[in-house]
């Protein structure tokens, strides 16, 4: 089968557009008639280094490539728009492996809302899969950037964290397994191989008046130092307020590790960290918990210092402040 | 060096961002305030399949990648405004070498006005390039389709053809040099190499009224029949009409290739192939020549039929319906 049979038998498996799409994949370019701003971002995926095919299904690649490229998105506060996916399709995928691989792309983007509006086949080694989103908000100023965080700043992190890290383990030490009941140790997979996008409350906290926000892709130390160094600011974030996932402290234990720094270290948690005056706190808790994308909670705050120091409740420095190069 | 140091690294060479770019490369995504349409492609090359290290230097590589992706934006008549680079970095390729490719992609950026305004960094085991544009224009209907070419429409092209499928030849077979002198070697080679995307003639045969409009990528005879089946008609080429670079007769012959059917089925000349009625081609042959870019001509017409017919002067049929085959 040829790129271009592929590539019709893809189109015939898409959602229909959004309203901002005028012409949709198949042509030159897709055109699209925005609002006031939009946020776009490029994730790459390759195999061997973000995901392993003896791990994760087909479908699960697809949704967790856009997965990761929509958390970037969220992390503006931009409400999903188009997606472009470039596939690398290595000689042992058949038609069949592209098809599966691409409806998990077209089932997480007709749960999100987002068209998939174009898109390129190629031949390469090893599978790979680079995903361009493109989110719309009314105006520029409404998109949360990095740099925005100020002293005196409330840190709030959404949901649990550990998760996707605690679900890396047990995937590639099965053994582990036993440290957790099963259905525990199958969502810790489940968080680590088919993340969620935070987007509606990405959304609901650009509109509480988030100052900074960040996703937690390289982990909750190297994405805070991220903000902190865009912010021109300093980070301090107390450990006992972190939520850890159920189950994470079990798997940590039976591999060794410390929990709460495989929490923090370990990345692809796809979780929202932000930073917000605290008059404006009460507002975003209870505008995130509205969205039941897990809830928010304070985690720290933005100080006039720089670097990140998360502290342990005993007071002992988890992390130092450059805790970034771990990320 | 990790990612995050080579990203910093590259966006210290970034040329400045355009007018429309509010917050460029180094957040979670760019943010844009875009005009009122955009269009958006994605293109990906990939070592071995678009490209051989062996005959193209870096800097050739990322450019090319670039031209690819804009030339689908030539296409649709859009100004050039952002775009998004997502590079598969290979083990042999160091820090200096990701620089010179980089270096590439930000010269023809600042030659077309194009904003670097994100990427993605991964290690892959061959050197791979996917490349997303973001073009613009004043509303969806000034952005020129594949559908809309009419029965009696006048199908014209820009440029001359055949030179990427010749400087291909040359690069595959340098016994064939002999065939032609040195410069026009040289420049058959640099075709192939460091393709121009026709932006300034896409948009002036957009303002012109061109009714489609697609690239030469896949070669005349497969994009024509793109064309033709996106716009329900078909499309008639007189092959003395067209066009053929210096040096692809002499380069055809020695490879024991026919001139005509070199240049209608070899790819990568990125010269624009577009309909508009009749009374509109008087202003698109002057509006397109003052563009600088190579000069329009009518090589043929859109008919009532389907598929592609290219009939040589003395009246027989080089390429019959369903050309698209060879594309």
New interface residues.
Partial sequence: MGE?ELLARLRERLPPPGPRV??GS?????????G???????????DG??FRRDTATLTQIGRKALAAALS??A??G?EAG?A???V?VPPDLDEEGCLELFDGVAALATATGTTL????V?????L?L?V????HAAT?ER?V???GARPGDALVLTGEIGAAAAGLLLLERPELAASVDAATGAQLRRRQLDPTPRLAAGQALAAAGAGA???LSDGLGGDAAHLAR?SRAGVRIDAGALSLAAGVAEVAAAAGRDPLELAAAGGEDYELLAALAPERLPGALRTVAATGEGGLKQVGEVTAGEGVEIRRPGGEILAPAGF?QL?
């Fill in positions: 271009f005028r012409v198949g042509d030159d370019a897709a055109v699209t008639v925005p006031g701003a939009t946020a776009t971002s490029v994730d790459a995926l390759v280094v973000h970037d998105l992390a503006m931009a188009e472009y996916v470039a690398g509006a174009g898109g390129d190629s031949r390469t080694p090893v790979s680079a361009t989103v493109v989110g520029p998109l950037t990095r740099a926000m960040i996703d865009a970034d990320g």
